[in-house]
């Protein structure tokens, strides 16, 4: 029963003035998850985080971990461990003394201090780094010494608040490869706090997307990704193409009719699994890897636009007044395009079906 | 390829440091008059003070003045008590700092905008003002001193040591806390956030994270207020009762009997620490800004647990209530005819001309000299940034060394160069200003240093780019940005010429005489009623120019 909800957020909301930071979020979380929150600047995200850290004192709700109501607690008194996003390491301090700071705190033997650190380090692989000072490691470096101050102290919740945000491309992917190899090798339970939703995909168990102070979706990467709840969700994570209109019967079979374009389609199932009715209106989304280019398709378009991005080239092409996002895999033998051509689009007949909002 | 070649003599590349310098004929004229002015009004007061010593000017080199010093118990004493105090206000002003600083910072109460406001009040009087306060409050015939010999009999006064040090812990107070409390309010919060997360409470955060990362700012407060109480004048004259400080001791030799020689030694004793404080404090405390915030943040500070609230809370409460005491007994003191012996209502204290002249007087050469000191410290702010000048660092150095110098040193040397040929100014309103305008010009340059840096060289590249000489670009891009750091210094340096008293008492004479200083002789003379009226005028003076700094600051939106 705990297992599942290991950690349990209940109906917590705080205000900033007339700001609502946090509106009423619930949430449970399993022992050992890594559960990412993302959304844009000031979604909330940070807030519900250091509310669980108990450097906000929430308005409303409870928080509950491993059965300890823990919401009244100052921060010094939760198990719960923070890596900032500036990392706050002491600056005044070495590395070893900064990961002795929350030891000295406890009644620990010098010995078991000294060992105990030792295994943080080595789990963030700086062993030899004791004597440094913190601005004499590199950003990484830092991040890491940050993790090994809260690992130290054994944490029942590892709270990551944007840690990969300050670092480079490169050694952002590098070191969430390692942050999920840390959590795997102990086990921990862990939130993750970024506005990078392919770092988020990337890393998480599941994903849980705020906006204006609320869950909008909180599920597996592959669901946020290919199964959004709502249009919000639908943009924050990856590119999206929306249509407008009714499903449609004809001799042929179902198509999806928005006024303009009209494409084949399978049964298009709602949220809760029963079917789209014949002349429904609906929103469906579509990804635009999904969308490929066809000469034989009926559906014709212009290209308006071309952004080579490497492992991809993104075309936009104006059908029927709609500006299409259209991704094409760049392999040794795929055709190239180039502005004002005219070429075929084929669109997927299993679309997404999407809600406009929240409500 | 040809048209695109720059016109020749315009970008002439020079080799040396002096080709360039003269490129751009009209800056080098303005920077070497500058330079003239540093050493004749800054550099020169403070040698020839040095050299007087030794008795060069006088006659041979002779080491008998500092034999003299050596063996007179006398200037034994005055050099130990002046250290003493020195050390004993500067703890205390310390200690009190970071307690009010702590509230302010990490509090947003009514209360914590309080503390704030009467934290800084002292900054608007006279520093001698507290003296006067406590004089009515505790001198022989004083409020509480009455009241206490009613009550237990005994005899008990003010006067002498541990008055001067009151004093001075009131009147430097400001000083130290405004370095103390940016420090702190500039602190990276996320720093204390993760030392209770890792699960120490707020009194071991405090002891271990908040003081030592708050240590260069508590140091360089330190310091500062170390060398004003050391170099304080105006306490000792009037609450010293007869115990002895060197700035007095320099200035009663003067005075009293003349012995320029033996002032211009406890002179070096008054320059040798606030020397050494100085350079200290420019080349070993670089700005360490560690642990302050860098780039995003996003939190507040982090708020007081109950226990420290209380504790910190009750010492700020205590002490801002006694500035404001000293205020009250000021005011009241201005509009009663005898505070303490008879409170009735009088306007009678402000019926004093020769006050109000020496009032029009501090005015006239205070304003002349903040516009100058604003405007040559502009000048040179700019001149330095960016152009290139022979032994540039040294000049900036003795520019703000200006500001660190005791007054009494300043004063003594003013008198010593200007009293005689070829420069006879002394009693005139030219050497009050030329006085006041050096000592203040390093607020000037500070401030337009701390704007150039905000301003990006691109900018005048650009106005070069588009065709604008260099003297074009000085007054069309420069001067406009450089309006909100002049109007802050000026302001700064007219509230603290004003007040400033320790180095132009030498220099006035009867008919010159200044606000400050008539002040200061109505109060050793315990005309208690005369001299808080005119220190009310003051003050309300002073409270303006303030008022006007922070609507500039809102106005402009340079924090000043």
């Known amino acids: ?359 | 390829m040809e048209a695109t070649q720059p016109v020749k003599n315009q970008l002439k590349p020079s080799s040396t440091i002096w080709g360039r310098f003269w490129a751009e004929p009209w800056f080098a004229i303005a920077t070497i008059v500058l330079v003239v002015a540093i050493i004749l009004f800054i550099v020169a007061p403070v040698l020839a003070v040095l050299l007087k010593s030794f008795g060069i000017g006088t006659g041979q080199l002779t080491f008998d003045y500092y034999k003299d010093f050596f063996q007179a118990p006398y200037y034994w004493d005055a050099l130990l008590n002046s250290v003493l105090s020195a050390i004993i206000s500067t703890i205390i002003v310390l200690f009190l700092s970071i307690n009010i600083a702590l509230y302010v910072t990490r509090s947003k109460s009514f209360l914590s905008k309080s503390f704030q406001g009467i934290s800084l009040l002292p900054l608007v009087a006279p520093p001698f003002i507290f003296s006067l306060s406590l004089i009515i409050l505790f001198g022989r015939s004083g409020i509480v001193t009455d009241y206490i010999s009613h009550l237990f009999g005994g005899e008990f006064s003010i006067y002498g040591f541990w008055g001067v040090v009151l004093a001075q812990i009131i009147g430097y107070f400001p000083i130290g806390y405004m370095l103390i409390e940016s420090t702190m309010r500039n602190m990276n919060a996320d720093l204390e956030y993760a030392s209770q997360d890792l699960g120490a409470n707020q009194w071991k955060t405090i002891g271990s994270i908040t003081l030592p990362l708050a240590k260069s700012g508590i140091i360089k407060a330190g310091l500062l207020v170390f060398v004003m109480a050391l170099a304080d004048f105006s306490n000792p004259l009037i609450i010293g009762g007869g115990t002895r400080f060197l700035a007095s001791e320099a200035y009663l030799l003067v005075v009293g009997q003349h012995n320029l020689e033996l002032a211009a030694v406890l002179g070096v004793f008054l320059i040798i620490p606030s020397l050494l404080i100085f350079i200290f404090q420019t080349y070993f405390l670089k700005d360490s800004s560690v642990g302050t915030i860098s780039g995003e943040s996003g939190s507040y500070s982090v708020p007081l647990s109950k226990s420290v609230k209380f504790f910190v809370g009750t010492i700020s409460t205590i002490f801002t209530a006694f500035i404001l005491l000293m205020f009250i007994m000021v005011v009241l003191g201005a509009f009663v005819k005898i505070i303490g012996i008879n409170n009735t209502f009088t306007l009678e204290h402000f019926n004093n001309e020769t006050g109000w002249d020496s009032l029009y007087t501090s005015l006239f050469v205070s304003f002349v000299s903040a516009i100058l000191a604003a405007g040559i410290g502009i000048l040179q702010g700019f001149l330095f940034a960016r152009k290139p000048i022979p032994g540039k660092k040294l000049l900036e150095f003795l520019t703000l060394f200006g500001l660190a110098v005791p007054g009494t040193v300043m004063g003594i040397g003013y008198v010593l160069i200007f009293n005689g040929p070829p420069f006879f100014l002394t009693g005139t309103v030219m050497i009050l200003v030329l006085n006041m305008t050096f000592r203040k010009i390093g607020v000037g340059l500070e401030a337009a240093i701390s704007k150039m840096h905000q301003i990006d060289i691109s900018m005048e590249e650009a106005s070069n780019d588009l065709g604008a000489g260099p003297y074009k670009t000085f007054w069309k891009v420069i001067v406009p940005l450089m309006v909100p750091p002049f109007a802050a210094g000026f302001i700064y340096a007219l509230m603290t010429a004003m007040v400033s008293i320790s180095s132009v008492v030498f220099l006035i004479s009867p008919n010159t005489n200044l606000v400050a200083i008539y002040i200061l002789n109505l109060a050793e003379q315990a005309k208690i009623g005369l001299a808080s009226a005119m220190s009310f005028i003051m003050i309300v003076i002073v409270l303006a120019c303030l008022g006007l700094l922070k609507f500039v600051e809102k106005k402009t939106g340079v924090r000043i």
């Open chain 1, 1 to 359: 029963m705990s297992e599942n909800n290991f950690l349990e957020l209940k109906n917590v909301c705080k205000y900033f003035g007339d700001v609502k930071a946090v509106d009423n979020i619930s949430i449970s979380i399993k022992r050992g998850e890594l559960i990412s929150f993302i959304g844009p600047s000031g979604c909330g995200k940070t807030t519900l985080l250091r509310t669980i850290g108990g450097f906000n004192k929430q308005d409303a709700g409870e928080i509950i971990l491993d059965n300890e109501k823990i919401d009244t607690l100052p921060p010094e008194k939760r198990s719960t461990g923070m890596v900032f996003q500036n990392y706050a390491l002491f600056p005044h301090m070495t590395v070893y003394d900064n990961v002795a700071y929350g030891l000295k705190q406890l009644k620990v033997s010098k010995k078991e201090q000294h060992n105990r650190i030792m295994t943080a380090l080595s789990q963030v692989e700086l062993d030899d780094y004791g004597d440094r000072k913190p601005k004499e490691l590199s950003g990484g470096q830092q991040q890491r010494v940050a993790i090994a101050r809260c690992l130290v102290l054994q944490p029942k919740v590892l709270l990551l608040d944007e840690p990969l945000s300050n670092l480079d491309a490169n050694l952002r992917i590098a070191l969430r490869k390692e942050i999920r190899k840390i959590k795997d090798k102990l086990d921990l339970t862990v939130i993750f706090v970024t506005h990078d939703q392919e770092e988020a995909l990337s890393i998480s168990d599941r994903i849980a997307v705020l906006n204006g102070g609320i869950i909008h979706q909180l599920d597996k990467s592959d669901k946020i990704y290919n199964y959004p709840s709502n249009k919000f969700v639908s943009t924050f994570v990856g590119q999206a193409n929306f249509f407008t209109g009714y499903l449609q019967e004809s001799e042929k079979g179902h198509y999806f009719d928005t006024g303009t374009i009209h494409f084949p389609v399978e049964k298009l199932k709602r949220e809760h699994g029963e079917d789209l009715k014949i002349g429904e209106k609906t929103t469906v989304l579509v990804r635009p890897e999904r969308i490929k280019i066809n000469a034989s398709s009926s559906l014709k378009g212009t290209i308006t636009n071309i952004i080579y991005n490497g492992n991809f080239t993104r075309y936009f092409v104006d059908v029927e007044n709609y500006e299409l996002k259209v991704d094409v895999f760049n392999t040794h033998d795929s055709k190239k395009y180039k502005t004002d051509d005219k070429i075929g689009i084929e669109l997927p007949t299993s679309p997404h079906i999407i809600r406009e909002s929240m409500k």
